[in-house]
């Protein structure tokens, strides 16, 4: 696979914290890099374009259904990501995954899959990736901070999973979490913007 397609926002500096933007399915980088201007000014952003072409825009995987990656594409596209990753951000540099809807899955993968790599992650409209060759288990991902946002009326990724990673996240995974749940669908809310923000301001200055 090719190099990922970035558009960068944000600090300039090769050391400022690194906030990755993560796009919804059959949405892409200029979309959501587009929230930058509601987001804290200090840190880099970097909003990727997701590598499997769909629906007029991207995708992180396969699935077998809304919300169901399929492992094999799951695990291959992370380690995909990973490579540019370690090379935008080695080791010693905060980032900080921001990931919506399909987005979210693969920001829930990529901290399952290697908690310490991430000073924090945001799982925005979206699910864990469960039964999807990452460990969705007790105490995991111990001690990392957490934003889900969820809308109460979202009809787009499944309640089970909505609910699922609510009780996961909350409840088991020893995540230093914030939840928030908004009236209405499957979109950003401008309340939730702003609670996005505030909690990468918090994220950034201890982590």
Sequence with gaps: MTTPVVAWAGAQDANAPLVVLLHGRGSDEQEIVALVGHLPVGPAYAAVRAPIAEGGGYAWFANRGIGRPVPESLAEHM???????????????????????????????????????????????????????????????????VLVEQGEQDTVIPRELLDRTWTHLVEE??????????????????????????????????G
């Design 79 to 145: 380690a995909w990501f990973r490579r540019w990753l370690d090379d935008v951000a080695p080791a010693g540099r905060p980032v900080v995954l921001v990931g919506f809807s399909g987005g979210a899955a693969f920001a829930g993968g990529l901290v399952l899959a290697d908690p310490a790599r991430f000073a924090g992650a945001a799982i925005l409209y979206g699910t864990l990736p469960f039964d999807a060759g990452v460990p969705v288990t007790p105490g995991m991902p111990a001690g990392l901070p």
């Design 173 to 206: 995974s020893g995540a230093s979490v914030t939840a928030r749940r908004y009236p209405g669908g499957h979109g950003l809310t401008a309340e939730g913007v702003a609670d996005l923000g505030r909690w990468l301001d918090e994220v950034l200055a201890t």
